[in-house]
């Protein structure tokens, strides 16, 4: 079954730490790949698509086909970072316009 | 500006009872999409819609409903509402395969349902 991995709950790391959240697919191809985030308050939003391949918001994401990842990173952490961090793939099949999403990693910055 | 919008944003009801969500984008999108948020579940996807008179079952779809008459609306019910439909319910919606950034999901603000 298609199914995507963000292994931790929560992450916790202080201000200016780097960061990476992690995220595993479990199915062969080319998927399409998204990192949603939802900020206390706000609704979802999209933070990047591997396709586009840029940074936003410092945070960058590199697809690795042969682990079958996607993980986020950025190096320096801020607090306004804190949010609700969702990994979503799509499967690139027929017609296919779902996403499959992960339980989310919630991130922690502290001062 | 184009957006999406939910309706009612909170709702309290009894168990038993009808209960219709409403949702309402105004970008013209094919695609729309209805969730649920509880902790330690994630999003997980109830219906959703490929355009005009087309609807799917999502992973929960049951005790569910939605329609869509056009394209702007996607409103989902509850048929006979039950606590463990407590829960954020978000409306999604995405221009559509082939065009830029058409997979891309827009999300409505969310409606806080509680059941007694």
């Known amino acids: 079954a298609q199914r995507v991995t963000q292994p931790e709950k929560l992450l916790s790391v202080f201000k200016g730490a780097p960061v990476e959240l992690k995220c595993n697919y479990s199915?062969?191809?080319?998927?399409?790949l998204f990192w949603y985030v939802q900020y206390s308050r706000q609704r979802l939003q999209l933070l990047l698509r591997?396709?586009?391949?840029?940074s936003i918001k410092g945070f960058t994401a590199d697809l690795n086909k042969g682990e079958t990842s996607f993980h986020l990173k950025k190096p320096f952490a801020q607090e306004e970072d804190s949010a609700m961090y969702y990994c979503?793939?799509?499967?690139?099949?027929?017609?296919?316009?779902?996403?499959?999403w992960g339980l989310g990693t919630s991130l922690a910055v502290n001062p | 500006d184009a957006e999406i919008t939910q309706s009612p944003r909170h709702k309290i009801t009894e168990t038993g009872r009808q209960v219709t969500l409403a949702c309402h984008q105004t970008?013209?999108?094919?695609?729309m999409f209805w969730y649920r948020q509880d902790l330690g579940h994630g999003l997980r996807l109830i219906h959703y819609?490929?355009?005009?008179?087309?609807?799917n079952k999502g992973e929960v779809s049951d005790g569910y409903s939605v329609s869509r008459s056009n394209t702007e609306d996607l409103p989902l019910t509850l048929e006979s509402a039950a606590s463990s439909q407590t829960s954020v319910y978000f409306c999604?919606?995405?221009?559509?395969?082939?065009?830029?950034?058409?997979?891309?999901?827009?999300f409505g603000p969310g409606t806080r349902l509680l059941v007694l």
């Open positions: 999604a919606s995405s221009p559509g395969q082939g065009l830029s950034g058409g997979e891309t999901q827009y």
């Open positions: 970008w013209n999108h094919n695609n």
């Open positions: 819609s490929y355009g005009v008179q087309d609807t």
């Open positions: 199915y062969s191809g080319s998927p399409e």
């Open positions: 591997h396709i586009s391949r840029e």
């Open positions: 979503a793939p799509k499967r690139n099949a027929g017609n296919n316009r779902k996403l499959i």
